[in-house]
């Protein structure tokens, strides 16, 4: 089950459901990666230094969540990565989830 992401208002209201679904399915590691990238605008930075993992499995990670959420998160630059429109909605919901008690 893909949830369809996109950048317009009914996004929040029309998929909220959704993303709860797929933050049960998916687990809370894929939101913690996907933050950690937002916040550090780089997979490497964030996959050594923040996470300590290894940046090639780390960017397989976000490459399925983006497959998973059916929606393209990220623009990959020469100097690093910037959020889509769609990550930003996304960015807004994952940092509620990982907000949340149960969650940590």
Known sequence: M???LTADKDFVCSTSYAFKVWVVRMGLRHLRYFVAVAEEGSLTNAAEQRLHT?????????????????????????????????????LDHARLVRQRPESR
């Open 2 to 4: 893909a949830i369809a």
């Open 54 to 90: 290894a940046q090639p499995s780390f960017s397989r990670q976000i490459r399925d969540l983006e497959l998973e959420v059916g929606a393209k998160l990220f623009e990959r630059r020469a100097r690093g990565i910037a959020l889509t429109a769609a990550g930003r909605v996304f």
